[in-house]
């Protein structure tokens, strides 16, 4: 995959992923929608929020260690 970003849009683009089957309960399909539907995006908190246009997509946090 790759993207493109400036101060306040993104764009996601050629994302590629695995054959490989994961389970009735997979969330990757719905994950690869959202980056590709993600126009913009804002850093708030330390937070990643992506939206398309003003409905926010997903909300991201760093993983802990």
Same mark, same amino acid.
């Given at each position: /995959?790759? %993207? &493109? +970003?400036?101060?306040?849009?993104i764009?996601? !683009? @050629? #994302?590629?992923t &695995?054959k +490989?089957?994961?389970?009735?309960? /997979? #969330? !990757?399909? #719905?994950f690869?929608q959202?980056?590709?539907? /993600? &126009? @913009?995006?804002? #850093?708030? @908190?330390?937070q990643l *929020? *992506?939206f $398309?246009? $003003?409905? +926010? *997509?997903? *909300? %991201? &946090?760093? $993983?802990?260690?």
């Amino acid at each position: /995959a790759s %993207f &493109t +970003m400036d101060s306040s849009s993104i764009l996601f !683009e @050629n #994302i590629s992923t &695995t054959k +490989m089957k994961c389970g009735k309960h /997979a #969330i !990757e399909p #719905i994950f690869i929608q959202m980056l590709q539907q /993600a &126009t @913009n995006y804002r #850093i708030k @908190n330390k937070q990643l *929020l *992506l939206f $398309k246009g $003003k409905s +926010m *997509l997903g *909300l %991201f &946090t760093r $993983k802990k260690d």
